[in-house]
């Protein structure tokens, strides 16, 4: 089983469960009489890995004991030792969590053990059920395990024995895991934090001392070795091979061969007669003539071709398109637009330099997810990235592009798990055609990790309440559920598209559209601005486009509209006391979004609608403005790479906070910043005024 990560939201978390019974309660002279253990993957008990064991204590089995657990110094007489069976639970065990009920007297008892055997101890991460039940409920009158499974309606298994109780503990943990959710403990790091506040207030409470937390001194990993950021800084069109190689499908097996060696190429394209595309590869070529002989040659290259076609967007990060090819096993792969066009191919060859590194983490498990875990678990290697990313030096705005991309890519495949799952409960397909679209930082390409959910849908046709409307309904419902599952909690603001308001037809998207341009009020246009950054990740994009670009149109043209986002855009938050030092708070943070990144962002939204620069990230609207002649470009470069530094900020106090288990925000210490890092964020800081006097009213 593979490392814990910090990160990784607990529906995914893969551990074991461990219970001991033993000749006593007190840890520091009780002894094993027997090892129970259960592996969790990916959130599931795995059946078909357990451990049972009886040991054999060296010493008799007290008659309290043997009346709790049934065991008696008979039935371990010939049982191993404890030094005997420790390194077949090492093997069981691994590097992975350890999970179990009161699961500090369990590992107090293994150390015992392990001093006893003059075996080195290796400290190890830890839940604790019973801990996690007191954060799921506060106010529940007892955390036994079997009011546990009264309270959760979990069967007990084999009660006071090892196995039996490893068992119950696991399916109390997976039954807490939701409860713990929307008490805002998603991930691992956060119920180890959660459970360290625990025992400190009980040790205080008791008036004892807070004896330090061994997993402390656990270090997780930061920094993936012999990284290599080249397939995150860069997009499959740069190094696909372009333009692409087309032939007639009746072209034959010969004149195909020719072809290839003609263009240097290894992979031709075929378009069928029902105007599908499929692909010939060289090895498809000799596989031909090795099975047929000489009469291969005269044989049609659709004959032979692949279908359909393995395909990767453009504009997908190379990452992805190493992580397609080694889950298919494909060498080619081709390269489709925003339409579905193939505008080039991507085969090995182009990657080659970029696949001795094992540090490419992010593969295609998105794409192959079957459930909530395995997309959690994807989810949870963003961190990994990112840090490892920025230990490249890598600008952070590409690591917030490649978070967005991954969220983006979720989204998707949440909304294809949803349409499976109404399927299977025969509610049917989708009644029309449609599109789930990403809005907000995601929708531009600046996601960061503390971003929820922002999404919406349209569909072609069908009132509010009809049958469509009901069909997607459920869908926005069930995708919703499954990103907030995963680690990418529901929008607080309720711009979901669970929620009627961002679900609609595509006529009802153009009314509403209408009314935004007649709001009266500022305040009237909350949450309405993010809709300008939406982008397509499923489904029909040109729905998408159409409404995009009709929100633009329409904005352009409704100057009253622009004067309220513009007042929109001025409102931020202080970001400097009077004394010029960076304003904070109580705890010592400042709000990065409200003091700096809104406006900018926030900014150059309105000013690309007003200017008509359809362009979704930041940068590519200052810069389309620029190139019409708003703000010198000094100053539109000096806004940017304040967005930059500011990105940089927010980023590694939430890869700090993300290993710490501080829920994630938009917050910032200063206070940890080297003095030069502080000094550009302070000047960071001081360019906001520019792009906010750049999108006053009174420079137009």
């Known amino acids: 089983m593979s490392t814990p990560n910090h990160a990784t939201p607990l529906v995914a978390l893969s551990g074991v469960v461990l219970d001991l ?56 007489k010939e049982a191993p030792t404890f030094a005997e069976v420790a390194s077949e639970i090492e093997t069981f065990i691994g590097d992975t969590i350890v999970i179990g009920h009161a699961v500090a007297y369990d590992i107090e008892v293994l150390k015992h053990e392990y001093a006893l055997a003059k075996r080195p101890w290796r400290p190890v991460r830890s839940l604790c059920v019973r801990n996690l039940a007191r954060l799921a409920a506060p106010t529940l009158a007892d955390y036994s395990i079997e009011h546990l499974c009264q309270w959760l309606g979990v069967p007990m298994v084999g009660r006071h024995t090892a196995l039996g109780d490893a068992e119950t503990t696991a399916q109390l943990f997976l039954a807490l895991i939701p409860l713990l959710r929307e008490r805002g403990i998603r ?66 097996v010969k004149d195909g061969i020719r072809l290839l060696l003609e263009k240097k190429v290894s992979s031709v394209y075929i378009r069928s007669d029902s105007g599908e595309v499929g692909i010939v590869t060289e090895r498809d070529l000799l596989r031909a003539i090795d099975t047929y002989g000489e009469v291969a040659f005269a044989t049609p290259l659709a004959a032979i071709m692949s279908q359909p076609l393995q395909s990767v967007p453009e504009d997908a990060f190379v990452y992805r398109a190493i992580g397609r090819l080694d889950r298919i096993g494909f060498r080619h792969l081709g390269v489709k637009d925003a339409h579905g066009n193939i505008v080039g191919a991507l085969t090995t060859r182009n990657l080659l330099r970029h696949r001795a590194t094992d540090a490419i983490v992010l593969g295609d498990e998105v794409a192959s997810a079957a459930n909530s875990a395995e997309l959690g678990a994807a989810w949870a290697k963003l961190p990994l990235v990112a840090g490892s990313l920025l230990g490249e030096d890598v600008d952070p705005r590409t690591i917030s592009a490649v978070i967005s991309s991954e969220i983006r890519g979720i989204t998707s495949r949440a909304a294809e798990l949803a349409e499976a799952k109404l399927m299977a409960e025969g509610r049917g397909a989708a009644p029309c055609p449609y599109a789930v679209l990403v809005l907000g930082s995601a929708g531009r390409g600046e996601s960061l990790l503390a971003a929820d959910q922002d ?3 349209v569909y072609l046709e069908g009132a509010e309440g009809g049958p469509e409307d009901r069909w997607f309904e459920a869908l926005g419902i069930e995708m919703c559920q499954i990103l907030h599952e995963v680690g990418i909690p529901l929008c607080k603001g309720g711009v979901m598209a669970k929620n009627r308001t961002w679900r609609m037809s595509l006529s009802d998207w153009k009314a509403t559209i209408d009314g935004w341009v007649l709001r009266q009020r500022p305040e009237d246009l909350l949450n309405v601005d993010i809709f300008f950054d939406c982008i397509a990740v499923h489904g029909d994009i040109s729905l998408a486009e159409e409404i995009w670009n009709y929100a633009y149109t329409r904005g352009h043209e409704a100057p009253d509209f622009l004067k309220l986002m513009t007042e929109v855009a001025r409102q931020r938050s202080p970001a400097f006391t009077i004394f010029g030092n960076i304003r904070v708070d109580e705890k010592g943070r400042i709000d990065l979004k409200k003091a700096g990144l809104m406006p900018i962002f926030t900014s150059a939204r309105v000013l690309s609608i007003r200017h008509d620069v359809r362009a979704h990230s930041t940068p590519d609207r200052l810069r389309g403005v620029a190139a019409r002649g708003i703000g010198s470009e000094q100053e539109i470069e000096e806004i940017i790479d304040a967005h930059r530094v500011i990105l940089g900020a927010m980023l590694k106090q939430q890869l700090a906070d993300a290993e710490s288990g501080t829920p994630l925000s938009s917050r910032v210490d200063p206070g940890r910043l080297a003095k030069v890092d502080k000094r550009k964020l302070a000047n960071a800081l001081g360019k906001v005024d520019a792009i906010i006097d750049l999108v006053s009213e009174g420079r137009f």
């Open 21 to 76: 019974e033993t000749t006593g309660l007190d840890a520091r002279s009780a002894r094993v009489v027997q090892i129970g253990a259960v592996r969790i993957v990916n959130g599931r008990i795995a059946e078909e890995a357990k451990l049972d064991r009886l040991v054999n204590p060296g010493v008799p089995i007290p008659a309290t004991a043997s009346a709790v657990h049934g065991i008696t110094s008979g039935e371990v």
């Open 187 to 252: 991930t691992l790091a956060e119920a180890e934090a959660a459970c360290r506040a625990i025992a400190e207030n009980d040790a205080l409470a008791r008036r004892g001392l807070v004896v330090p937390d061994e997993q402390r001194d656990l270090q997780p990993l930061k920094i993936l070795g012999g990284f290599d950021s080249f397939p995150f800084c860069h997009r499959v069109r740069d190094v696909m091979s372009t333009p692409p190689l087309f032939a007639d499908c009746q072209t034959t």
């Open 455 to 457: 999404n919406a849908i």
